[in-house]
């Protein structure tokens, strides 16, 4: 079946960093572009970062560009969000999700296929 498990969220202190992971199984993940979204109560559920299936295309959120950085490891099936300089306004919940259509990094979530379940990221003093 296919699967996305997203893991790593936590409690930090602001300025604090952690890395996302997103382990797929189920379909030919190097095919697929990565997305992470976030979502807070009240909000939109918004793209933080896409990768594309060879990892040779990136989309950042404005907010995020300088702090975060998305990587995949096609080899094990998983896909990264590594956060530096974390803000209180980056807490929220974490989700990955995977796109067929992989050459191109789609930020707009009606894209993807398949989705994790996400992982909370909570950033407070």
């Known amino acids: 079946e296919v699967q996305l498990q997203a893991s790593g969220g936590g409690l930090v202190q602001p300025g604090g960093s952690l890395r996302l992971s997103c382990a797929a199984s189920g379909f030919t993940f190097d095919e697929y572009a990565l997305g992470w979204f976030r979502q807070v109560p009240g909000k939109e559920r918004e793209a933080v970062s896409c990768i594309n299936h060879r990892a040779d295309t990136t989309y950042y959120a404005d907010s995020v560009k300088g702090r975060f950085t998305i990587s995949r490891d096609n080899a094990k099936n998983t896909a990264y969000l590594q956060m530096y300089a974390l803000k209180p306004e980056d807490t929220a919940v974490y989700y990955c999700?995977?796109?067929?259509?992989?050459?191109?990094?789609?930020?707009?979530?009606?894209?993807?296929?398949?989705w994790g379940q996400g992982t909370q990221v909570t950033v407070s003093s």
């Open positions: 999700a995977a796109d067929t259509y992989g050459v191109r990094p789609k930020e707009e979530d009606y894209e993807y296929d398949y």
